[in-house]
């Protein structure tokens, strides 16, 4: 079955430091990789997307993720944390069903400091 | 582009009374998705609908639970008769057909009591 997970529940990061949040994944094909962010009391907003190609994909608001088939993993990356970046983020896996239903994480809450 | 609407926001209501959640997708969208986000289960998806069939009912719940599109603009969720359990974010998402990336809507937060 495919699944999602996202080992970490909570990060604390301190503004201008790096951050990687891990996302695995269990999937029988290549999949659809996708990065949400929902800020509180709002919905989700997608922060970047891998299909095929470049596993090194760039999105919104300076993240990255890369996708390494190897390791069934999708990480999501910014070189400097900015305490607007303060949120909560899910990793999801699609493509399955026939359509794409999305499978999503439990979600990484990242908390910055000044 | 306004984006996916829904509403209410918030809504407040008693055990056994009836909800509905409404949802406006993105003009030109013709799959839209109705999630749930609670702290125990995370985001799970109830129904989706592609042309306003819908195609996989599997995450709804029970049966006090319902969706319908009666056209390409609306939709709508309903929970008969409601519980304390039922209180989550309830999503709903639109996207086309063969684009993969969901929009969200800004969810209507429920709170049973």
């Known amino acids: 079955a495919q699944s999602v997970t996202q080992p970490d529940i909570h990060i604390t990061v301190s503004e201008g430091a790096s951050l990687e949040l891990r996302c695995n994944y269990s999937?029988?094909?290549?999949?659809?990789l996708f990065w949400y962010v929902q800020s509180p009391g709002q919905g989700l907003q997608l922060l970047l997307k891998y299909f095929s190609g470049d596993t090194l994909v760039q999105g919104i608001k300076g993240f990255e993720a890369e996708f390494k088939r190897s390791q069934s993993s999708f990480n999501l990356r910014k070189p400097s944390v900015h305490w607007s970046d303060a949120a909560e983020y899910f990793c999801a896996v699609g493509g399955s069903g026939g359509y794409n239903k999305l499978i999503f994480g439990a979600g990484t809450r990242l908390a910055v400091h000044p | 582009d306004a984006g996916v609407i829904q509403s209410p926001r918030h809504e407040v209501t008693e055990m056994g009374q009836e909800v509905t959640l409404r949802c406006k997708p993105i003009?030109?969208?013709?799959?839209l998705f109705w999630y749930r986000q609670t702290m125990m289960r995370g985001l799970e998806l109830l129904i989706y609908f592609n042309n306003n069939v819908p195609i996989d009912d599997s995450g709804m719940p029970e049966d006090r639970f319902s969706a319908k599109m009666p056209n390409a603009s609306f939709s709508t969720l309903k929970i008969q008769p409601s519980e304390p359990r039922d209180s989550a974010v309830y999503f709903c998402?639109?996207?086309?057909?063969?684009?993969?990336?969901?929009?969200f809507g800004p969810g209507t937060r429920l709170l049973v009591l």
């Open positions: 998402a639109s996207t086309t057909t063969h684009q993969e990336t969901q929009y």
């Open positions: 003009s030109g969208h013709n799959s």
């Open positions: 999937y029988g094909a290549t999949p659809y």
